[in-house]
């Protein structure tokens, strides 16, 4: 059974950090691009970071350059994403995305994790 749960979403004031982990199993962890997703209320779902099965080859979104790391542990099948400087705009449901490098129409979601920036 494919799983992709996504822990860390949390309450902090803007200017805050924290990082994010996506858990996944039931698939080979190692042979998937992983990406880093999020959607806030009333917005389309937006790309914010992609990495390559060897953590070589490194995307993030042009909003938030600067301010995001994206890493992962094929030993323990775990992406993370790294945020800093937040700001009330980053609020949103953060969701991680596994597709295989095999078959690109093959791809799995998770169900999100909120992170809301409020003074």
């Known amino acids: 059974q494919v799983q992709l749960v996504e822990f860390g979403g949390v309450l902090l004031q803007p200017g805050g950090s924290l990082t994010l982990s996506c858990a996944a199993s039931g698939f080979t962890f190692s042979q998937h691009v992983m990406s880093w997703y999020r959607q806030a209320p009333g917005k389309e779902r937006e790309l914010v970071a992609a990495i390559n099965p060897g953590g070589t080859s490194i995307h993030y979104a042009d909003s938030m350059k600067g301010h995001l790391a994206i890493s992962r542990d094929n030993a323990k099948s775990t992406v993370f994403l790294q945020m800093s400087s937040l700001k009330p705009e980053d609020t949103a449901v953060y969701y991680c995305?596994?597709?295989?490098?095999?078959?690109?129409?093959?791809?799995?979601w998770g169900q999100g994790t909120q992170v809301t920036v409020s003074s």
């Open positions: 995305k596994a597709v295989s490098l095999s078959e690109t129409s093959r791809y799995y």
